[in-house]
C-alpha cells in the first residue's frame, strides 16, 4: 500500500521526482516541528494563542503539501489529525468535524478492516455529529465504530457498553 500512501497529485503537468522529494523532506520537517511546538506549548501551558498558533501551522503546511500530495497521502493525513485534535481541544467542533471526513476514508483504505485507529475516528465522527446535532450521521459513524470494536475488543467490552449507552441516551 506504498503507493497509495504516498500518493501524490493527479496533474496534467506531474511534479518531478525532485520536486515530489523535496516536499517529503518538507513533511518530515514540518511534523517534527509541529511536534516540538506541541510539546512547548503545552509545558508552557495552553493558551489559545499557542493554539492557534499549532493549527496554523497545520493549515500552512497543508496548503504547500496540497500542492504536491493527495489527501490520502500519510504526510496530509498526519497534519490533518493534528489539526482536527486542535480543534478538539478549543472544542471547534465544525472544524475537527471538517477534518476528520477527510481523514476516514483513507484511513479506511489504509488500516486493516477491523483497525481500531478507524474504530476510533468513527467514534470521534459520531460524536461530533450528534454534538452537532445531526443525530443520523451521528448514529451510523457509532455504529460503524461498535461494528469494528466488537470484532477487536469483543461483544462484551466496557467500552462497547458506554457507546451503546450513548445511543440509547441520544
Known amino acids: 500500500q506504498d503507493k497509495e500512501k504516498l500518493e501524490i497529485c493527479k496533474l496534467n503537468d506531474p511534479p518531478s521526482a525532485e520536486t515530489v522529494k523535496d516536499m517529503i523532506k518538507y513533511a518530515r520537517n514540518v511534523i517534527e516541528e509541529f511536534r516540538r511546538a506541541k510539546h512547548y506549548k503545552y509545558i508552557l501551558c495552553l493558551t489559545l494563542t499557542p ?82 446535532k445531526n443525530r443520523t450521521a451521528g448514529i451510523k459513524a457509532l455504529k460503524r465504530a461498535i461494528a469494528i470494536m466488537e470484532v477487536a475488543h469483543g461483544k462484551d467490552h466496557p467500552y462497547i457498553s458506554e457507546i451503546k449507552k450513548e445511543l440509547e441516551d441520544h
Do not use: T
Open 51 to 132: 493554539l492557534v498558533e499549532l493549527l496554523e501551522i497545520c493549515e500552512l503546511s497543508l496548503d504547500k503539501m496540497g500542492a504536491v500530495f493527495e489527501d490520502s497521502n500519510v504526510y496530509m493525513l498526519h497534519m490533518m489529525y493534528q489539526a482536527m485534535g486542535v480543534c478538539l481541544y478549543v472544542q471547534d467542533w465544525e472544524g475537527a468535524l471538517c477534518y476528520g471526513q477527510k481523514i476516514i476514508r483513507p484511513y479506511s483504505k489504509h488500516y486493516p478492516s477491523y483497525s481500531l485507529n478507524v474504530a476510533s475516528m468513527w467514534l470521534k465522527l459520531g460524536r461530533l455529529y450528534m454534538a452537532l
